[in-house]
């Protein structure tokens, strides 16, 4: 069953849950039935240059410093990176008109976490029904937009390959520019669609099933990456803990461990805190997933029974699992963090923010523990809201404007593409480049690459500008 999350939400102010913690929420507000919208791919300032953004053309857009230009600007944004179907409409105030998201859950519980094919084929019969859901939220047609915005990577590539056609064929059938935009530098970028404070340069730790990264964020599209995963990251720790202590896996891992931890002794199980005596910021779980393991066979912890049916106990018992491995868990975000943040200020002495985002951002216990942290280095943190962590359209649709106003896109594709086509995938995509001291040797074959890193691709397109 494919659940439809519909949310009609024009504005988000910003709230505190916790004292110096800048929280992102939603807030209904009416939207204007009519305002006046303008189509790049028919305007006369719609000019080619010879270099190139994410791997694909710029084109220059002269009066894109124009305030009525980008408050004017309406772009779809669509997102099939993993296992959840999502689109939204932003216009370029920052003003959300429409989100929509259609949940994997049920084939999440069914595999115990994503099944590459069959997340491919819940995407295909959703798709359509998602971005016609957006723009009728919205109260437009695909013939009101400035441009589309898709997820080109990283990701599973059966599931990227979904939302990239679906599109380009959008964008194909009316004219419409399009923007590749990296899944990573969305989730850091989303917090800038209402936190006005947060200008460049910038930290940001993004944490979810497939990724730990910590990046300082130069300006848009330039990022050095300061740590990064080593093996698992910590989405994928918490997935695999709450299978391990049958919880329901329907709303995902990481909530359903956090509220069984309230009931546990967070100290009484003795897991050690990965990599502690490596003095760099990348990121170990695979070792605390294996110490995790061994601590529920001790127990005699029977996944298959589901905590709701567990005695006193047995529930006890897995209560102070979950709360011990979620404080470890936490403790090696916090010390990396901290590492982090040092060789940032070394680097970008002015930054003032970190942002924390990424479907783990979600967690309570993460953001209060990190907000520690960050307060005593004299920076604020900026979390999105929940439905803003993890993944949606809206941070492809922000991303995708961001880009848009500086001119990097590409235009319009044809109509009809042969079957045969072969579409621009970046499975593995990296966003910036390794900062020296940042360096694993532990990483083996996750260093190969397909694809140069964001930051390399644009830097090359200044020089190439330049001259």
Same mark, same amino acid.
């Given at each position: 069953? =494919? ?18 913690? @800048? ?9 204007? /039935?009519?305002?006046?919208?303008? @189509?790049?791919? @028919? ?18 857009? /002269? ?15 669509? $997102? ?15 003003? *959300? ?27 295909? #019969?959703? *798709? ?63 917090? #800038? ?14 944490? @979810? ?5 910590? =990046? ?45 931890? &309230? ?24 070792? &605390? ?23 006193? $106990?047995?529930?006890?018992? #897995? ?53 520690? *942290? =960050? %307060? ?25 404007? %961001? ?10 594709? /044809?109509?009809? %593409?042969?079957?045969?086509? =072969? ?33 390399? *691709?644009? #830097? ?8």
């Amino acid at each position: 069953m =494919v659940r439809l999350f519909l949310t009609l939400s024009p504005a988000i102010p910003r709230f505190n849950l916790c004292p110096g913690i @800048s929280i992102l929420a939603t807030k209904l507000r009416t939207k204007t /039935p009519t305002f006046s919208l303008i @189509s790049p791919s @028919s305007s006369p300032n719609f000019q080619r240059t010879r270099f190139y953004s994410t791997g694909t053309r710029i084109y220059s857009l /002269p009066n894109s410093e124009n305030s009525n230009f980008d408050d004017n600007l309406v772009v779809l944004g669509i $997102e099939t990176s993993c296992d959840d179907t999502a689109a939204a409409v932003v216009r370029g105030t920052g003003e *959300i008109l429409s989100q929509v998201i259609s949940s994997q859950a049920e084939l999440l519980a069914q595999y115990g976490g994503v099944a590459p094919k069959q997340a491919e084929e819940a995407h295909s #019969r959703v *798709i359509d029904k998602v971005v016609q859901d957006a723009l009728d939220r919205a109260s437009l047609t695909e013939k009101d937009l400035s441009a589309v915005a898709v997820t080109i990577g990283p990701g599973l590539s059966l599931c990227l390959r979904v939302g990239v056609r679906k599109a380009r064929s959008v964008a194909g059938n009316f004219s419409l520019p399009i923007v590749g935009v990296h899944h990573m530098e969305a989730h850091a970028l989303v917090a #800038r669609l209402v936190e006005q404070e947060l200008s460049f340069p910038f930290m940001a730790l993004l944490i @979810s099933g497939g990724h730990n990264l910590l =990046v300082l964020a130069h300006k848009l599209g330039q990022y050095t990456q300061l740590g990064t995963t080593v093996d698992d990251a910590i989405g994928e720790a918490f997935d695999k803990t709450a299978k391990w202590l049958g919880l329901d896996m329907r709303r995902s891992g990481g909530p359903a461990v956090e509220e069984l931890a &309230l009931e546990g002794d967070a100290k009484s199980v003795k897991f050690n805190v990965p990599m502690k005596y490596h003095k760099d910021c990348n990121f170990s779980y695979a070792g &605390l997933k294996t110490q995790v393991r061994l601590a529920i066979e001790a127990k005699e912890i029977d996944a298959k029974c589901p905590v709701s049916s567990a005695t006193n $106990e047995d529930r006890r018992n #897995r209560a102070d699992i979950a709360a011990s491995f979620q404080r470890v868990a936490v403790l090696h975000l916090e010390e990396k963090c901290e590492r982090a943040i040092d060789w940032a200020l070394e680097l970008e002495p002015s930054i003032k923010h970190m942002v924390v985002s990424g479907g783990v951002a979600s967690n309570k216990y993460v953001r209060l523990r990190l907000n520690n *942290i =960050v %307060e005593n280095k004299n920076l604020k943190l900026v979390c999105p809201p929940p439905s803003l962590c993890t993944d949606n359209g809206v941070m492809v649709a922000w991303t995708g404007l %961001e880009h848009f106003r500086v001119g990097r896109y590409d235009p319009p594709p /044809p109509a009809t %593409e042969p079957d045969d086509f =072969v579409y621009d995938l970046r499975p593995r995509w990296p966003l910036g480049e390794e900062y020296a001291k940042g360096r694993s040797k532990a990483r083996s074959m996750r260093t190969a690459r397909i694809h140069p890193s964001l930051t390399s *691709i644009i #830097r090359a397109d200044s020089l190439q500008q330049q001259t």
